[in-house]
């Protein structure tokens, strides 16, 4: 909230800083990204796949980039819908 309110930062910039905060992060395990955070997927999770599920299931920094970008989708979609009026 502060970042956007005393810094200005718009969602995308918000959405990035997120993102690199799990990729730079220390926590074990290799990112979900092939390069840069939100960019290409690494091979096996392009898509939903078995191959994916168990690179999840054992790495946890990209469960939890995974995990960010599942919380995106529902919340982009809430957005779009106009679920946060009053």
């Known amino acids: 909230m502060r970042a956007a309110t005393e810094r200005g930062l718009r969602y995308g910039e918000l959405k990035t800083s997120a993102r690199n905060g799990i990729h730079y992060s220390f926590l074990p395990g290799a990112s979900l990204w092939a ?5 290409a997927k690494v091979a096996g999770c392009q898509k939903d796949s078995p191959i994916c599920e168990t ?5 946890t920094k990209a469960a939890m980039e995974a995990g960010l970008e599942r919380e995106y989708v529902s919340f982009e979609a809430k957005a779009a819908a106009g679920g946060f009026q009053n």
């Not at 390069?35 to 960019?39: A, N, V």
């Not at 690179?55 to 790495?59: A, G």
């Open 35 to 39: 390069g840069r955070p939100g960019g």
């Open 55 to 59: 690179l999840l299931k054992s790495n």
